[in-house]
């Protein structure tokens, strides 16, 4: 799964997403293993991220579960069933802030 997470992350970094943070969930009650929480800076960015990674999931045979189709949210979720991406824009991240509900999960580092 690490390397999952790190052509994850590479994707995001490679299409400017900002301060991507991976939270290991799996001592949590949420039915999933990972949480990848990273900013966008336009809404425009937003859905151009979100199509970038869910045609990385498929191409790395992950379930596509669910993903937002919506425009203009402050936050969208894909959820490739062990690994839920969080793409947010800066005010939605400060709102929703994942990483303080989640405080007590392992931030790791791939």
């Known amino acids: ?12 970094s490679e299409k400017g997403g900002e301060n991507p943070v ?3 969930m799996r001592k949590t009650p949420v039915p999933t ?3 990848v929480i990273f900013t966008a800076n ?9 199509d970038e990674l869910i045609d990385l ?3 790395l045979s992950l379930p596509l579960i669910y993903y937002d189709k919506g425009e203009e949210y402050e936050w969208l979720i894909i959820d490739a069933g062990s690994v ?4 947010f824009t800066e005010k939605g991240r400060d ?16």
């Not at 799964?1 to 995001?12: A, E, G, N, R, T």
């Open 1 to 12: 799964m690490i390397d999952v997470l790190k052509k994850i992350l590479k994707k995001i």
């Open 22 to 24: 991976v939270l290991d």
């Open 33 to 35: 293993d990972y949480f």
């Open 42 to 50: 336009s809404y425009t960015h937003m859905r151009a991220m979100r």
């Open 57 to 59: 999931i498929k191409e």
């Open 84 to 87: 839920v991406i969080h793409i």
């Open 95 to 110: 709102f929703y802030d994942l990483e303080g509900l989640w405080i007590d999960a392992d931030r790791i580092s791939v």
